[in-house]
């Protein structure tokens, strides 16, 4: 299965020339990891999107305080169902 699904994702970005890759080896060196990829994506999930606000608050609260001269605002561009990353920085030289 894991063979399969390789040689597919390397088809659709064109490289079909898998032939030469050993991908029953590459999986018996990955499987030992394979059960921390559930703890791995669940504090992913919950802290992404902390993280991502606290770097725009941060970029926000640099360009409005570096200068009187320039207008900054987050602003939601999108439904957040399409993507979390949802969330533009404008800035406006006044």
């Not at 957040?80 to 404008?90: G, H």
């Amino acid at each position: 299965m894991f063979v399969n699904f390789c040689r597919s994702g390397l088809h659709r970005l064109g490289l079909h020339n898998s032939q030469d890759i050993n991908f029953s080896g590459l999986w018996k060196q990955a499987e030992p990891f394979a059960e921390l990829i559930g703890p791995y994506w669940t504090l992913r999930a919950a802290l992404g999107p902390v993280l991502e606000t606290l770097l725009l608050l941060d970029r926000l609260l640099f360009l409005q305080e570096s200068s009187n001269m320039v207008e900054a605002v987050i602003l939601p561009i999108f439904d957040p169902v399409l993507s979390p990353r949802n969330v533009a920085l404008i800035a406006k030289k006044l």
